[in-house]
């Protein structure tokens, strides 16, 4: 406070004795050593997370104290005349910081302190050290081991977010970007690539990055074109908080909008190949299927009339193989699970047109399981509303594309399978409209060798 005190009212060069600029480059020396050495010290213990401070408990490390070196160091860079000699030192002195593993919120609110004075101060800050560092933390806020210790860690999580939104210039405080187009760009291909991997994204996980450029976006910043659709393809990929707020008011531009659903469009059916081919001898991957439901429900946000063609179910001779029968069902029931009104299924499902949706349920029909707890028919008829919601219409549209279809097969009782699993479609579609689908009450079974003359049932 002494010292703090001291050079507001004497002034860093008088109080080290630097008193005309031709001498500067002499009698800064004492001013340098100062930084460097003593200052930078107190710093360190002040803003590390390696201090001793830190492990008695973050609550220990003084804000206030972190606060007062960050000013003193403003009016010690102050104090020297030349411009490349101020981004030296203070490059030096944020190289040792982040050595130290600084807490992001102190350094953030460091950084604060020292551009407060106008836009030689942002010059001043604006280095490569600083560029080099947030980069750096971008690009490690995007792993996963990262990301897990933010969900468990909030401190982290808001420091990380704060240093991010402060480099690019989203702080209310600091409103110019404090990094380069290119450190911005490179964010860009962490948080947006172009062809990801197969990856599993979840969305509980904090994303600060991918965060921070939807609200760049948003605020208006002169992105190019295809930068913001990458980032609302990656911000559909991996949904949340960050899709259904600042992602969907980006979407409000018609031509951007188009060309981010037909980029997820085709995204979701490479994912759904990539799903059938890794399942097809194997037990389906649920992780991997949820993660798939999950962008397929998304589309309704991007598709003003969404049907099953739009996440890449209605491909006819997918249905046909069984061999991908059940990966394609639980993808299906995914999707369809995931819609609170059943009317919006129903909807859905006639936009793919009646044959379509026939040839799904006779697909995933399993005539020998009819009424019986496995019963794939029943479960997609009931994420429909049952009779309560699909209309007599559409029953009728269903149930004379099944029959037409057993017409029209000319081989229909050479191929028992073929014609069982349209007649157990045609009798439940029927048993639907008239009543509930379900299994017999097990209390009113009759045993045949419990039957004795006399016994009376009816």
């Known amino acids: 406070n002494l010292l703090l005190t001291s050079l507001h009212l004497c002034g860093a060069k008088q109080l080290f ?16 050593r100062f930084v460097v050495n003593d200052l930078l010290r107190w710093m360190v213990i002040n803003t590390s997370l390696l201090s001793p401070r830190s492990n008695i408990g973050r609550k220990y490390i003084s804000r206030e104290a972190s606060a007062f070196d960050f000013e003193i160091l403003r009016l010690c860079l102050q104090a020297v005349a030349s411009p ?19 807490d992001l919120d102190l350094l ?21 050290s600083l560029q080099s560092f947030a980069t750096g933390v971008a690009k490690s806020a995007m792993e996963l081991p990262s990301r897990m210790d933010m969900a468990k860690n909030e401190s982290l999580r808001i420091g990380t977010e704060k ?18 187009t290119n450190e911005i760009k490179s964010w860009i291909e962490s948080a947006a690539p172009l062809r990801p991997g197969k990856q599993i994204i979840d969305a509980t996980l904090p994303n600060p990055v991918l965060g921070t450029l939807l609200s760049l976006v948003s605020g208006g910043n002169a992105m190019s074109w295809d930068e913001k659709h990458h980032i609302l393809v ?22 951007l909008r188009c060309s981010v659903a037909a980029a997820t469009t085709q995204d979701l059916s490479a994912s759904l190949a990539l799903l059938l081919r890794e399942s097809k001898d194997s037990v389906p991957d649920r992780k991997e299927i949820k993660k798939w439901s999950g962008q397929a429900f998304r589309l309704r946000k991007l598709v003003s009339t969404l049907s099953l063609a739009d996440a890449g179910l209605s491909d006819e001779a997918l249905w046909t193989d069984h061999s991908k029968t059940d990966t394609l069902y639980l993808c299906l029931t995914g999707f369809l699970d995931q819609f609170e009104d059943a009317s919006d299924v129903v909807s859905l499902l006639r936009a793919s047109g009646s ?26 008829l009931s994420l429909c509303g049952g009779k309560d ?3 007599k219409a559409v029953f009728k549209e269903w149930c004379d594309e099944t029959m ?11 191929d028992k399978d073929y014609a069982m699993r349209h007649i157990s479609v045609l009798s439940q579609l029927v048993a639907c409209r008239f009543r509930v689908v379900q299994q017999e009450d097990p209390s009113r079974t009759v045993e045949p060798s419990d039957v004795v003359e006399g016994d009376f049932f009816m």
């Open 163 to 180: 240093l991010l939104r402060l480099c690019v210039g989203l702080d209310a405080r600091v409103s110019q970007s404090l990094i380069g």
């Open 234 to 255: 990656a911000a559909w990929r991996e949904g949340g908080v960050q899709w259904e707020k600042e992602a969907l008011d980006m979407a409000c531009d018609e031509e």
């Open 108 to 128: 953030a609110e460091g950084i604060v302190v020292i551009v407060k004075g106008g836009d030689n101060d942002v010059e001043l800050v604006r280095s490569e």
């Open 84 to 102: 490349l000699k101020q981004k030296s030192l203070w490059g030096s002195v944020l190289s040792e910081l982040v050595a130290a593993q600084p």
């Open 404 to 414: 037409d279809k057993l017409s029209r097969n000319p081989n229909v009782w050479d």
């Open 355 to 380: 044959a379509m949706v026939v040839s799904i349920l006779c697909s995933v029909s399993r005539p020998v399981e009819y009424s019986g707890r496995d019963d794939r028919v029943h479960h997609i």
């Open 389 to 391: 919601v699909i209309d």
């Open 17 to 32: 004795g630097i008193l005309n600029q031709e001498e500067d480059a002499e009698e800064s020396t004492m001013l340098d």
